[in-house]
């Protein structure tokens, strides 16, 4: 079977510290693959190296190869802003620009030249439909997204990644800083999202891992313990490690 | 006495310090401004506002002082502007830190306090004397722009701090280059407090002296300036003129002068600080 997205022999480091420990992972198109672990353990650091985020870090250094769709990311063929045209991510605090939803949901395709107003309209809407959004807010698109409730924040970010029509996207604890109820709405959104997307989300609350992801990989001190059908992680874990942190013995 | 008491007492004894310091500061403004529109106001009318120095005080007027004033005051924004924001910009968002950098940011800071007249010394020099300018608005603005350099960099600096780095990580999270992020988000973001940063760089550029004389804006111009190269007065050159004169009609004038002045500055802080309010009242992150 052929991954989507696959890690090989990942060594990272931030000056002298290794965050991560010769990684090797393979994920499903699709799916919803979660990242789990202590605080600490390497899972943003992981994430951000699928959009190549950790680039800005002046200490970062990567040894291995990360391959999308059978290309190495890390070519120097490889351009950055092309690249995250097809890796969308969603950040842990809701973080909309300071202008209208529209403009927000609008702007991935405004910095790609796009000009066409019909065209720029029907995505705009789309991605709201797409992020369950639409309802709460068609009256009201020129409004600040600011002016929002947390929860409709991360839902325009949502939008605003996947107005650019990405095929995969990252979400590093997009819940965090929401309430149970927005909580809820989004986890019901990434279910729904799968069908056209790959997806890989960092979570540190187990329960959601359960709910939510199709694929669990346990880190833990930047080595990944074990990576599997997430029934079987939380069932039937092969490792000690991930079986005291699962039953929430340690973490 | 108890230790509480000794602290409350001390509290209010620097409780009545501060309330006389700054008493002080403000009835001694209140004192001068009184006096200058006591003195001046009536003396303000259409005539003086467009009338050309003469040696009679009651015929003078400010119109080659307020127009040389607007043209540096417009030359000075166009030089300064671009290259104070960009500078800015420079240094906040594409700068690696290093030593280098670390040491241009020390001096940008060390050049905003150095005196007005230092500055005049090296515009006399370079502007009027190696460039060529003469004594022209030109060579006024260019000082001038030298001047307020400093001040644009540092507004612009610490505007841009102050737009949260998780905007810059959304716009390049979409695909944005360094330089779309900076346009259409992070500059946009701080454009309030740029914007306030200039204004305040310019009613000062508009209040300075020392170096338009030394740089060699002259005291009785009768034209008003019809191109950059033309040579012009201030109105702060002006009402120093007028002031040391010894005929009252002429302290009169320069009372009538300060009050154009201090309505220009008060008008363009005023300005200023209802931009900051509006642009902080606006983003809440
Ligand atoms: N920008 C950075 N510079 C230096 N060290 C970092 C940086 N980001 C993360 N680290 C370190 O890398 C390790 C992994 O961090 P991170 O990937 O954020 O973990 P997690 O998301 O699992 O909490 C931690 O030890 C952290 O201190
Ligand atoms: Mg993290």
Same mark, same amino acid.
């Given at each position: 079977?052929?991954?989507?997205?696959?890690?090989?022999?990942?060594?990272?480091?931030?000056?002298?510290?290794?965050?991560?420990?010769?990684?090797?992972?393979?994920?499903?198109?699709?799916?919803?693959?979660?990242?789990?672990?202590?605080?600490?353990?390497?899972?943003?650091?992981?994430?951000?190296?699928?959009?190549?985020?950790?680039?800005?870090?002046?200490?970062?250094?990567?040894?291995?190869?990360?391959?999308?769709?059978?290309?190495?990311?890390?070519?120097?063929?490889?351009?950055?802003?092309?690249? *995250?045209?097809?890796?969308?991510?969603?950040?842990?605090?809701?973080?909309?620009?300071?202008?209208?939803?529209?403009?927000?949901?609008?702007?991935?395709?405004?910095?790609?030249?796009?000009?066409?107003?019909?065209?720029?309209?029907?995505?705009?809407?789309?991605?709201?439909?797409?992020? #369950?959004?639409?309802?709460?807010?068609?009256?009201?698109?020129?409004?600040?997204?600011?002016?929002?409730?947390?929860?409709?924040?991360? *839902?325009?970010?949502?939008?605003?990644?996947?107005?650019?029509?990405?095929?995969?996207?990252?979400?590093?604890?997009?819940?965090?800083?929401?309430?149970?109820?927005?909580?809820?709405?989004?986890?019901?959104?990434?279910?729904?999202?799968?069908?056209?997307?790959? &997806? &890989?989300?960092?979570?540190?609350?187990?329960?959601?891992?359960?709910?939510?992801?199709?694929?669990? #990989?346990?880190?833990?001190?930047?080595?990944?313990?074990?990576?599997?059908?997430?029934?079987?992680?939380?069932?039937?874990?092969?490792?000690?490690?991930?079986?005291?942190?699962?039953?929430?013995?340690? %973490? | 006495?108890?230790?509480?008491?000794?602290?409350?007492?001390?509290?209010?004894?620097?409780?009545? &310090?501060?309330?006389?310091?700054?008493?002080?500061?403000?009835?001694?403004?209140?004192?001068?401004?009184?006096?200058?529109?006591?003195?001046?106001?009536?003396?303000?009318?259409?005539?003086?506002?467009?009338?050309?120095?003469?040696?009679?005080?009651?015929?003078?007027?400010?119109?080659?002082?307020?127009?040389?004033?607007?043209?540096?005051?417009?030359?000075?924004?166009?030089?300064?502007?671009?290259?104070?924001?960009?500078?800015?910009?420079?240094?906040?968002?594409?700068? *690696?830190?290093?030593?280098?950098?670390?040491?241009?940011?020390?001096?940008?800071?060390?050049?905003?306090?150095?005196?007005?007249?230092?500055?005049?010394?090296?515009?006399?020099?370079?502007?009027?004397?190696?460039?060529?300018?003469?004594?022209?608005?030109?060579? %006024?603005?260019?000082?001038?722009?030298?001047?307020?350099?400093?001040?644009?960099?540092? #507004?612009?600096?610490?505007?841009?701090?102050?737009?949260?780095?998780?905007?810059?990580?959304?716009?390049?999270?979409?695909?944005?280059?360094?330089?779309?992020?900076?346009?259409?988000?992070?500059?946009?973001?701080?454009?309030?407090?740029?914007?306030?940063?200039?204004?305040?760089?310019?009613?000062?550029?508009?209040?300075?002296?020392?170096?338009?004389?030394?740089?060699?804006?002259?005291?009785?111009?009768?034209?008003?300036?019809?191109?950059?190269?033309?040579?012009?007065?201030?109105?702060?050159?002006?009402?120093?003129?007028?002031?040391?004169?010894?005929?009252?009609?002429?302290?009169?004038?320069?009372?009538?002068?300060?009050?154009?002045?201090?309505?220009?500055?008060?008008?363009?802080?005023? &300005?200023?600080?209802?931009? *900051?309010?509006?642009?902080?009242?606006?983003?809440?992150?």
């Amino acid at each position: 079977m052929k991954y989507k997205l696959e890690a090989k022999n990942i060594d990272v480091f931030y000056g002298k510290l290794k965050a991560l420990n010769n990684i090797n992972i393979g994920i499903t198109e699709n799916a919803v693959t979660g990242l789990i672990g202590p605080s600490g353990c390497g899972k943003s650091t992981f994430l951000r190296l699928f959009n190549r985020m950790n680039d800005y870090i002046d200490s970062f250094k990567l040894n291995g190869d990360i391959y999308i769709d059978n290309t190495n990311i890390y070519d120097k063929s490889v351009l950055v802003d092309e690249l *995250r045209k097809n890796v969308g991510m969603v950040f842990q605090k809701p973080n909309p620009f300071p202008k209208s939803i529209f403009d927000n949901v609008a702007y991935g395709l405004k910095i790609q030249g796009i000009n066409d107003k019909a065209f720029i309209k029907t995505r705009v809407k789309d991605a709201l439909k797409q992020a #369950a959004l639409w309802e709460e807010v068609k009256d009201d698109l020129g409004k600040s997204a600011l002016a929002l409730s947390g929860g409709q924040q991360q *839902r325009v970010c949502i939008a605003r990644a996947l107005a650019v029509e990405p095929s995969i996207i990252l979400m590093d604890e997009p819940t965090s800083a929401l309430d149970p109820i927005a909580t809820a709405k989004v986890e019901k959104l990434i279910l729904t999202l799968k069908e056209k997307y790959t &997806i &890989i989300i960092v979570t540190h609350n187990m329960q959601q891992a359960g709910r939510i992801s199709d694929y669990t #990989a346990f880190f833990y001190m930047g080595d990944l313990i074990e990576f599997d059908k997430t029934d079987t992680i939380f069932t039937n874990p092969k490792m000690e490690r991930t079986e005291n942190y699962i039953t929430g013995r340690f %973490g | 006495m108890t230790n509480g008491e000794k602290n409350r007492l001390k509290d209010s004894i620097f409780k009545y &310090i501060g309330v006389f310091a700054c008493s002080i500061g403000l009835i001694l403004l209140a004192i001068f401004i009184g006096n200058i529109i006591y003195d001046g106001f009536n003396r303000i009318d259409w005539s003086f506002l467009t009338s050309l120095p003469s040696r009679k005080a009651e015929k003078a007027g400010i119109l080659t002082a307020w127009s040389g004033s607007l043209w540096i005051v417009i030359f000075t924004f166009i030089i300064a502007v671009p290259i104070g924001i960009s500078a800015g910009v420079y240094l906040e968002e594409y700068n *690696r830190k290093n030593k280098l950098t670390r040491l241009l940011e020390i001096n940008i800071s060390n050049l905003a306090g150095v005196p007005s007249i230092i500055y005049g010394l090296l515009g006399l020099e370079i502007f009027v004397r190696l460039s060529n300018l003469g004594s022209s608005v030109l060579a %006024g603005s260019f000082t001038l722009a030298l001047l307020i350099l400093p001040i644009i960099i540092v #507004a612009t600096r610490e505007a841009l701090k102050a737009v949260p780095s998780s905007i810059r990580a959304a716009s390049f999270g979409l695909g944005a280059t360094k330089w779309q992020t900076t346009w259409y988000q992070v500059l946009p973001a701080a454009s309030g407090g740029i914007l306030t940063g200039v204004i305040l760089a310019i009613s000062r550029a508009v209040g300075e002296t020392a170096p338009l004389i030394v740089v060699g804006a002259l005291a009785y111009v009768p034209f008003t300036p019809k191109g950059p190269m033309d040579e012009f007065t201030v109105l702060p050159i002006q009402i120093f003129n007028w002031v040391s004169r010894p005929q009252h009609e002429f302290a009169i004038n320069a009372a009538a002068a300060i009050i154009i002045l201090l309505a220009i500055t008060f008008t363009m802080n005023g &300005i200023a600080v209802y931009f *900051r309010n509006k642009w902080q009242k606006k983003i809440n992150w």
